[in-house]
């Protein structure tokens, strides 16, 4: 399933928020992983997650190289 850019950059917002216990309205988009407090198994962790819900299989250093929800929610909607 294609997905857009909206789907995925909502899909980070909600795995960040429950992963912090937090509500989503409160993780900004555009503030980088790092500031979230995720740490290399988490980011891993995450890209597992993102894997199974897009359906293909994404490089683990994705967060690393799009640093924020907005430019990986961008790099992924290209790739799709």
Do not use: C, H, Q
Request: no cysteine; hydrophobic share 40%.
């Amino acid at each position: 399933m294609r997905r857009n850019k909206e789907e995925i950059r909502d899909w980070l917002i909600a795995y960040i928020a429950d992963l912090l216990g937090i509500s989503k309205v409160d993780v900004d988009p555009t503030l980088e992983f790092e500031r979230f407090g995720l740490d290399s198994a988490a980011a891993t962790s995450m890209t597992g997650d993102l894997e199974d819900w897009l359906g293909y299989a994404a490089d683990p250093t994705l967060p690393y190289d799009f640093p924020t929800i907005n430019t990986l929610a961008g790099e992924l909607a290209l790739r799709e």
